[in-house]
């Protein structure tokens, strides 16, 4: 899920914080010295504690964007975890007489560092939610405009596609006028050769009569005239 750091600092803090949330249980069997050690040794814990949670938090911002969020939560979790444990312990030695030792002392620091810290991982939770958004943001930015872009010459290829079809649509009209030039020219001469067609039969009707006169004349004269 996230970085290999991150969770093994992770997996030493589990194991601190097993030891460290025993010993209000043992504060509160002790007496005298003995509990005084035990508060120093909790300091100490909880000052380590709060060691792996800062370097936790750092691993944080080189984890991918997707991890952050749960990443975030956990460690808020574990603040929270330790304010609970430091509020156990607070009870127990200001009942007991030792609160000037821990609630003006190091005890006193951690809860305020707690608070601190936890008030700025919120801000940070934060900070990472919007330049998360910002990212999401610019890279839909990008996006459309690669869309806009791809749009813009899709576009241009039709226009261009479009300037071709109207260059090959005035050929062919022209091509269609020039046709019905041709065709008609050839209806002048088909209807001149058909002229001469019928004039040429005429012609010929005219030369056959005159042909069949002259046999008839001849036949008259030759057979009939005495």
């Known amino acids: ?31 005298g010295e003995e509990r005084k050690r ?9 000052g380590e504690a709060e060691e792996l949670l800062q370097g936790m938090d750092q691993e944080l911002f080189g984890a991918p964007s997707s991890f952050r969020n749960p990443m975030s939560t956990k460690i808020r979790l574990y603040r929270r975890d330790l304010a609970k444990l430091q ?11 030792f609160s000037g030792h821990f609630g003006d002392g190091r005890q006193g620091i951690y809860s305020a560092e707690n608070d601190q810290s936890t008030h700025l991982q919120s801000q940070r939770g934060l900070l990472i939610q919007g330049t998360e958004s910002l990212n ?12 806009a872009a791809e749009t813009d010459q899709i576009g241009t290829d039709i226009i261009e596609e479009l300037g071709e079809q109207k260059e090959q649509l005035g050929r062919t009209r022209n091509r269609l006028i020039h046709t019905g030039e041709n065709l008609s020219r050839s209806r002048k001469i088909l209807r001149a050769m058909s002229r001469r067609v ?21 036949v008259y004269l030759k057979f009939f005239r005495k």
Not at 1 to 24: A, G, N, R, W
Not at 40 to 46: A, H, L, S
Not at 92 to 97: E, K, V
Request: hydrophobic letters at 40%; aromatic letters at 4%; one cysteine or more.
């Open 38 to 46: 035990m508060v120093r040794v909790f300091d100490e814990r909880i």
């Open 1 to 31: 899920m996230s970085s290999s750091e991150f969770e093994k600092l992770q997996d030493i803090y589990t194991s601190l914080y097993d030891e460290v949330k025993l010993i209000p249980e043992r504060v509160q069997k002790c007496q």
């Open 136 to 147: 999401n943001a610019t890279m839909s930015i990008e996006r459309s405009q690669r869309i």
């Open 198 to 218: 019928v004039t040429n039969k005429l012609l010929l009707s005219v030369i056959i009569i005159m042909e069949l006169a002259i046999l008839g004349a001849v």
């Open 87 to 97: 509020r156990d312990i607070r009870s127990l030695t200001g009942s007991s007489g």
